[in-house]
């Protein structure tokens, strides 16, 4: 979900015999740390990465890497303006919502599937 997380992850603790340890606890630290009530993980197994408090804010290196990483779409630029503008405004944010309105282009049925799992 997060190529570019992963990869630096990999190069701060791949020589490392505990690499999948130190990897998945860095990267819970960084994006699910907070307690409060949404899903860090949902059903469908999506990470859903959260703003964190952490001393390190804004002076980190790895932040928005590691730390609030992009989730890699395989969209264009357009394309994903497209589906944020369609899919994520404030009220219309829906699973149904979204269905209905791929189904009317074909295009945009990509865009779905690459957002909605």
Same mark, same amino acid.
């Given at each position: @979900?997060?190529?570019?997380?992963?990869?630096?992850?990999?190069?701060?603790?791949? @020589?490392? /015999?505990?690499? /999948?340890?130190?990897?998945? /606890? /860095?990267?819970?630290?960084?994006?699910?740390?907070?307690? +409060?009530?949404?899903?860090?993980? +949902?059903?469908?197994?999506?990470?859903?990465?959260?703003?964190?408090?952490c001393p390190m804010r804004g002076e980190c290196l790895d932040e928005g890497i590691i730390c609030l990483p992009e989730r890699e779409t395989g969209l264009t630029a357009r394309e994903k303006e497209i589906a944020q503008y369609h899919f994520f405004r404030p009220g219309q944010i829906g699973y149904h919502n979204v269905i209905n309105f791929c189904q009317k282009r074909n295009r945009l049925v990509w865009i779905c599937q690459k957002f909605t799992g």
């Open positions: @979900q997060f190529p570019r997380c992963y990869k630096r992850l990999k190069e701060v603790y791949g @020589q490392s /015999r505990e690499f /999948r340890y130190l990897a998945a /606890r /860095r990267f819970i630290k960084c994006n699910c740390g907070e307690f +409060d009530n949404v899903l860090d993980v +949902d059903d469908n197994g999506l990470i859903h990465p959260e703003l964190v408090t």
